[in-house]
């Protein structure tokens, strides 16, 4: 037998070769694993010291942010060594379990888990679920060597690492009964009181824990959802062949286990730990695995149907994997011992070369890091970068080197348009710089590019584009876009304004068979909007019969809007262009976005504004301008007074 695979001595001299190892590779790459939430908890902990109201922040799970802090004061490679750090220790938690249970070859477990391919990446990253694995596993080791207070109090905290931890915690409240220890199960909600004490000091709110909580409801309108299966079909990814091959045995070696025999019966209980492996090592990858596989099939609680979150109880598949391979083989090496100088190191080239197979390695920027690093090196070349900015893809913030966390300076994309509606265009300072991105402008922000570009306080600067267009979230094709807030005195004014109250406006109104008399905000006429009449009444101008055509910049386009907002939410008020033959040269919808006509009006009727990109180019050779709004959802409501600014430079 290879003896040395058993050997206590080993186990440290190995940890620090692979340590030394994935340090290098994450010292020695040219991007982290993960631009998105990686960078993002990453920059939640380095700044927490500055900030420490980021230590109480929810998304960024407080117990990581305090553990991890120390560590990303060094910058992302100080946070990519503590997940080094959390992956060595949880192997070393894994090779104490193996030799608890029993296992033979338990050094095998630490290659299993460091060369897991789901895993193997997050060690070159800000992400929370190396952490979640050995803060998991650590627990489980506590509970196996009967120390039931720490493990407790230290599984407790879980939640705050990542919130599936609640999930697991009544695993282990099942091996405290089991175990006897009732009054132990208390402490499982110590984190939680723990935190909801210090936290509501800040928040000014005892259950903040569950009012702060960001992963609520459905948000298939957002990420999407997909097969129930989704994990299971990408095996490949989360295991490999070989470590995927010994899982599956290992979850049918436990139905093995579970069979009494007469060795069985002859084990005291202190030498079984068969609860604690088969509750909480098995029980807690396959809740968890299945938990996720729901989340995404449903479409709820922030799932995107990320594969590298199987990563933080990639602890316990590996000893589940090695279960497995001391099913299959100390039978066949009791009988046949040669092999396994042949089986072992077969297996063991193929489990250390699987995750080198994957695209993320070696780690060089995607198409999406490569294009925000070519729009962040531009932008500290030009005279913004003493200019308060607004963005959301987290990689911008470690490309500029920011505080991200400095309102004075920076602002994260999502709140621009609350923070106008709330107080003002004035509340965003003039010259702000606005970096819009596909990826999270049109999703989590909820701003499409076409608002940016027609909205006249700002001005296009650059976009930037890839050389070879790709499409992500939402089916956008990837681009940035910089626009910078423009001041007063250079933004468009009216040059002309026309007024359509839908009473006698013959000529210049078309579809006038949506008139109704059955409400109105002026006069007795309106257009109505229902399930025959899918548009509403349009302006139509003939470009070559406007004096101003020459100098507009832009359209502005009004209108008061009364109904249930329900009904019109997914309506959009459009402006398009038409050349002489009817070929469309421009069309733009923009969502409604219906506001108090006045402090003082207290009528049903609310007010809605569109600012369009159309100027002189398109307003020549007999095209033709229309503005109405298209009701997509074909609900009722009601449309009057249609109001059209031509906007253009002061005179």
């Known amino acids: 037998m ?31 694993f993960d631009a998105g939430d990686g960078i993002r908890h990453y920059l939640v902990s380095r700044y927490s010291w500055k900030h420490p109201a980021q230590l109480l922040y929810s ?10 802090s120390p560590f990303s004061q060094f910058g992302l490679i100080g946070v990519n060594a503590f997940n080094i750090l959390c992956a060595a220790f949880s192997a070393w938690m894994c090779f104490g379990l193996a030799k608890k249970f029993k296992l033979q070859y338990p050094l095998l477990v630490i290659p299993f888990l460091f060369f897991t391919p789901c895993y193997f990446p997050t060690l070159n990253s800000g992400l929370t679920e190396p952490f979640f694995g050995f803060v998991l596993i650590c627990s489980i080791f506590l509970f196996t060597e009967k120390k039931f207070f720490w493990g407790t109090v230290l599984i407790s905290f879980l939640p705050f690492v990542r919130s599936e931890g609640n999930l697991l915690l009544p695993l282990f409240f099942i091996i405290l009964l089991y175990r006897k220890k009732f009054w132990y199960s208390l402490l499982l909600a110590f984190g939680t009181v723990f935190y909801s004490i210090v936290g509501s000091f800040y928040y000014k709110d005892l259950f903040w824990v569950k009012n702060q909580n960001p992963y609520t409801g459905i948000n298939s309108d957002l990420y999407g959802h997909g097969e129930l299966l989704h994990f299971v079909n990408n095996h490949d990814f989360i295991w490999g062949t070989c470590l995927g091959v010994l899982f599956i045995i290992g979850c049918l070696a436990i139905l093995f286990k579970l069979i009494p025999n007469k060795k069985q019966q002859e084990e005291t209980p202190e030498e079984s ?60 090496f009791k009988r046949l011992a040669f092999l396994q100088y042949i089986i072992i190191p077969v297996l063991l080239f193929f489990v250390v070369a699987s995750p080198f197979q994957h695209d993320y390695y070696p780690y060089r920027p995607d198409q999406e890091q490569a294009l925000v690093k070519e729009a962040g090196d531009w932008y500290k070349t030009t005279v913004f970068t003493s200019k308060k900015v607004y963005y959301l893809y987290p990689y911008f913030a470690h490309v500029l080197d920011v505080d991200p966390f400095d309102s004075k300076k920076v602002e994260e994309l999502w709140s621009l348009y609350p923070t106008i509606k709330t107080w003002g265009i004035d509340a965003v300072p003039d010259s702000t710089i606005v970096i819009w991105d596909a990826h999270f402008g049109p ?83 309106s257009s109505k909007l229902s399930a025959k009449n899918e548009y509403s009444a349009t302006i139509k101008k003939m470009a070559d019969t406007l004096a101003v055509a020459s100098k507009v ?24 262009v038409d050349d002489k033959d009817g070929k469309s040269l421009y069309w733009t919808g923009l969502a409604i976005d219906a506001t108090k006509i006045s402090d003082t ?34 609900k009722e409501f009601y449309v009057d007074d249609l109001e059209i600014d031509y906007l253009g430079p002061k005179q």
């Open 59 to 68: 998304w960024g799970k407080p117990f990581f942010t305090i553990i991890s």
């Open 601 to 634: 009006d207290t009528s049903s009727w609310k007010l809605t504004t569109a600012n369009f990109l159309i100027g002189s180019d398109l307003l020549k050779n007999g095209n033709t301008l229309k503005l109405y709004i298209w009701n997509k959802a074909k």
């Open 273 to 332: 730990f068969l609860p604690e492996e088969l509750i909480l090592v098995y029980g807690s990858f396959i809740l968890y695995f299945v938990a996720h596989s729901i989340f995404w099939w449903k479409g709820i609680v922030g799932s995107l149907g990320l594969l590298r979150v199987v990563a933080a109880v990639i602890p316990c598949s590996a000893l589940i994997c090695l279960r497995g391979f001391d099913l299959i083989t100390k039978p066949l």
């Open 553 to 576: 910049k832009r359209i502005g386009f009004q209108a008061k809007i009364s109904g249930d907002p329900d009904n019109y939410k997914d309506a959009l008020m459009v402006a398009s």
């Open 443 to 525: 999703n989590e922000c909820r701003i499409p590019i076409d608002r940016m570009l027609n909205d006249p306080n700002f001005e296009f600067v650059k976009s930037f584009k890839p050389k070879e267009p790709f499409k992500v979230l939402g089916g956008y094709f990837f681009e940035i876009y910089v626009f910078m807030k423009t001041d007063p005195s250079r933004r468009p004014v009216s040059l002309r304004h026309e007024l359509f109250d839908l009473e006698q406006n013959v000529g210049s109104v078309d579809n006038a068979t949506t008139s109704s008399t059955e409400k109105a905000y002026s006069g007795k006429t």
């Open 2 to 32: 290879l003896n040395f695979l058993n050997n206590k001595k080993l186990v440290f001299p190995l940890l620090a070769i692979l340590c030394i190892l994935f340090f290098y590779i994450a010292y020695t790459a040219d991007v982290t």
